[in-house]
T-cell receptor, first 115, second 114 residues
């Protein structure tokens, strides 16, 4: 079974600084997707960034970028120029490609942004 | 609608009562998932619907949990004889194309069983 591990229950960063959240996963599949979701106190899960495993290029979305290391099964999220609105729970998730595959989530990292 | 909606936003019930949680998917999205998020935990898959196919119920924790999706649109998650360990946030997610697309989540229902 696939598993996703987030080893940092909590992280903090100063406003305008950069922070990296870690995620590792375990799978025997070669084709899959990886995601980072943000969950603010409102509970709404918001997609931050998505990576297809077959793509070597790391995904980027404005201030958010990932470091995808397929061989190491690592998928970290880098947030640049951190803003107060970035404070939230961040979840790393895995989904096998094809069909009706469900998302498998890590337990999350709580990010605090200090002014 | 513009996004996935869920109702009620919060539900408090007494142990042993039945509850129904509702999910309205994004218009046109044929795939629908239910997840459970217990305190301090990640999301746990419960059940999946895709079109007219038989649902994937492999994540339901017990036979007290059931779900249906009428007309390929609205879905209801029912928990019978609720227990305190059922207290959690129940999240619904939908997507257009299960093979390639990203799941979009509703705001969830926070269930508290006293």
């Amino acid at each position: 079974a696939q598993t996703v591990t987030q080893s940092q229950p909590e992280m903090s960063v100063q406003e305008a600084e950069t922070v990296t959240l870690s995620c590792t996963y375990d799978t025997s599949e070669s084709d899959y997707y990886l995601f980072w979701y943000k969950q603010p106190p409102s509970r709404q899960m918001i997609l931050v960034i998505r990576q297809e495993a077959y793509k070597q290029q790391n995904a980027t979305e404005n201030r958010f970028s990932v470091n995808f290391q397929k061989a190491a099964k690592s998928f970290s999220l880098k947030i640049s120029d951190s803003q107060l609105g970035d404070a939230a729970m961040y979840f790393c998730a895995y989904r096998r490609a094809g069909g009706s595959e469900k998302l498998v989530f890590g337990k999350g990292t709580k990010l605090t942004v200090n002014p | 609608g513009a996004g996935v909606s869920q109702s009620p936003s919060n539900k408090v019930t007494e142990k042993g009562k039945d509850v129904e949680l509702r999910c309205d998917p994004i218009s046109g999205h044929t795939a629908l998932y239910w997840y459970r998020q217990s305190l301090g935990q990640g999301l746990e898959f419960l059940i999946y619907f895709q079109g007219n196919s038989a649902p994937d119920k492999s994540g339901l924790p017990s036979d007290r949990f059931s779900a249906e999706r009428t007309g390929g649109s609205v879905s209801t998650l029912t928990i019978q004889r609720t227990q305190q360990e059922d207290s959690a946030v129940y999240l619904c997610a939908t997507l257009l194309n299960p093979s390639t697309d990203t799941q979009y989540f509703g705001p969830g229902t926070r269930l508290t069983v006293l």
